[in-house]
């Protein structure tokens, strides 16, 4: 059983450059939320997709934006980059229940972004 | 003030030793608590969560709750150098999808 995967795992951009992201959530799961993490920081919510729709949103700008595909897969594209959108960004999959303070969120490896 | 805060540690306790780890909380209205284990370089991986007033166990971890002091923690008992790494407490705080709001996590080195 696959967990949730990502790709790439390691990207390097130019400032100004536009990136995209990809996230395959775990079996089953038809959620995904995305995060960013700064070095020696907790995990940032950016968003989340259900049902191909963009359902709730951090504070993040609007060069972050996002994408949910049929097959409940994710892309997170971020335009114009900046210095400071060097991190780990994560994507979390879950299964959506209606119930959100019992749903297990599971993360992918990340993809660590780094902005020169 | 932030919204969850943890010592950043480190945490330093001996193998075999119960390690303790806290988590406060702003929002009375959260509902569940998580606790992430996040080696570094790599990404959270979660140990459980908890949504009921007081302890649920899951093998050597025990995660507690108090609302009323809006207060969460872990304990590790029998603790091995395989825990050290960061433990990173999380609050859902969203309203009908989980949204996820981490404190900064507390890093936890077990000595041999």
């Known amino acids: 059983d696959a967990g949730v995967t990502q790709s790439p795992t390691h990207l390097i951009k130019t400032r100004g450059q536009q990136v995209t992201l990809r996230c395959s959530p775990k079996?089953?799961?038809?959620?995904v939320s995305w995060y960013q993490q700064a070095l020696g920081q907790g995990p940032q919510f950016i968003f989340q997709?259900?049902?191909?729709?963009?359902?709730q949103r951090g504070n993040f700008p609007d060069r972050f934006s996002g994408h949910q595909f049929p097959n409940y897969s994710s892309e997170l594209n971020v335009n114009a980059l900046l210095l400071g959108d060097s991190a780990l960004y994560l994507c979390?999959?879950?299964?959506?229940?209606?119930?959100?303070?019992?749903?297990?969120?599971?993360f992918g490896q990340g993809t660590r972004l780094t902005v020169v | 003030q932030k919204e969850v805060e943890q010592n950043s540690g480190p945490l330093s306790v001996p193998e075999g030793a119960i390690a303790s780890l806290n988590c406060t909380y702003s929002?009375?209205?959260?509902?569940?608590f998580f606790w992430y284990r996040q080696y570094s370089g790599k990404s959270p991986e979660l140990i459980m969560f908890?949504?009921?007033?007081g302890d649920k166990e899951d093998g050597r971890f025990t995660a507690q709750l108090n609302k009323a002091s809006q207060y969460v923690s872990l304990l590790i008992r029998d603790s091995q150098p395989s825990d050290s790494a960061t433990y990173l407490c999380?609050?859902?705080?969203?309203?009908?999808?989980?949204?996820?709001?981490f404190g900064t996590g507390t890093r936890l080195l077990v000595s041999p």
């Open positions: 979390a999959s879950s299964l959506y229940s209606g119930a959100p303070s019992r749903t297990e969120a599971f």
């Open positions: 079996s089953g799961h038809d959620t």
């Open positions: 997709y259900y049902e191909e729709e963009e359902r």
């Open positions: 929002d009375r209205g959260s509902q569940s």
């Open positions: 908890i949504y009921s007033n």
């Open positions: 999380a609050v859902n705080g969203g309203t009908g999808f989980q949204k996820l709001v």
